[in-house]
């Protein structure tokens, strides 16, 4: 455990909004009130393209880190938080998971149950946590508990996204996404895809 007057060390993987957002929160200090009491210090900032960090110019280079693997060379960390893709936790979280704890912010990953059972295992035997935030899928909890019951037999859910959201988009889906882009008739919503999140 931590001392009162010790910075938990963070890592944090992707700079994207929410890369780009957790960071400024514990740059400038604009943690939500729950964190008022934490100390934290970014350790590291890994980014597919680190042009994207070097032009925010609230962010050290010193803190950038070029390759992800090379994320276990700047000391202990208290967490990894990943907010890049899916791609990333399917090859590094098992590895995060033997270093320290790890907060996976690309959730849908976890529907290979192959992968979710295997980072389940790897955090059982390091004794490091595996945090999934529910904040992309609000009611989540709910639903688990409603499926535990037998509440229900099926569900359909929804997102909706700025056609900019979609990072490293992998055909089909980047084809489908640029020809509906590229046609000046599209407007309004359009559904880019529809069917069970593993096949995806």
Same mark, same amino acid.
């Given at each position: 455990?931590?001392?009162?007057?010790?910075?938990?060390?963070?890592?944090?993987?992707?700079?994207?909004?929410?890369?780009?957002? +957790?960071?400024?929160?514990?740059?400038?200090?604009? /943690?939500?009130?729950?964190?008022?009491?934490?100390? /934290?210090?970014?350790?590291?900032?890994?980014?597919?393209?680190?042009?994207?960090?070097?032009?925010?110019?609230?962010?050290?280079?010193?803190? +950038? =880190?070029?390759?992800?693997?090379?994320?276990?060379?700047?000391?202990?960390?208290?967490?990894?938080?990943?907010?890049?893709?899916?791609?990333?936790?399917?090859?590094?979280?098992?590895?995060?998971?033997?270093?320290?704890?790890?907060?996976?912010?690309?959730?849908?990953?976890?529907?290979?149950?192959?992968? =979710?059972?295997?980072?389940?295992?790897?955090?059982?035997?390091?004794?490091?946590?595996?945090?999934?935030?529910?904040?992309?899928?609000?009611?989540?909890?709910?639903?688990?508990? /409603?499926?535990?019951?037998?509440?229900?037999?099926?569900?359909?859910?929804?997102?909706?996204?700025?056609?900019?959201?979609?990072?490293?988009?992998?055909?089909?889906?980047?084809?489908?996404?640029?020809?509906?882009?590229?046609?000046?008739?599209?407007?309004?919503?359009?559904?880019?895809?529809?069917?069970?999140?593993?096949?995806?």
């Amino acid at each position: 455990t931590k001392g009162n007057n010790q910075a938990r060390r963070i890592g944090i993987v992707g700079y994207g909004h929410l890369g780009h957002y +957790i960071t400024h929160c514990i740059l400038e200090n604009k /943690l939500p009130e729950s964190f008022k009491n934490q100390k /934290l210090e970014i350790v590291w900032i890994w980014n597919r393209t680190t042009s994207k960090i070097e032009e925010d110019e609230l962010v050290p280079n010193s803190l +950038i =880190l070029n390759d992800l693997s090379q994320f276990n060379t700047k000391g202990p960390l208290d967490l990894i938080i990943e907010v890049s893709h899916k791609q990333i936790i399917t090859q590094f979280a098992a590895l995060f998971l033997q270093f320290c704890p790890l907060l996976i912010g690309s959730p849908t990953c976890l529907s290979d149950s192959s992968l =979710l059972s295997s980072l389940l295992s790897t955090s059982h035997r390091s004794n490091h946590s595996l945090y999934i935030p529910s904040g992309a899928l609000w009611a989540s909890t709910d639903i688990q508990k /409603l499926a535990e019951s037998n509440s229900f037999i099926s569900l359909q859910i929804t997102m909706k996204k700025h056609p900019l959201s979609f990072h490293n988009l992998q055909a089909p889906l980047s084809t489908t996404l640029q020809t509906l882009l590229s046609n000046p008739s599209t407007s309004g919503e359009t559904i880019l895809y529809k069917g069970d999140v593993q096949t995806l």
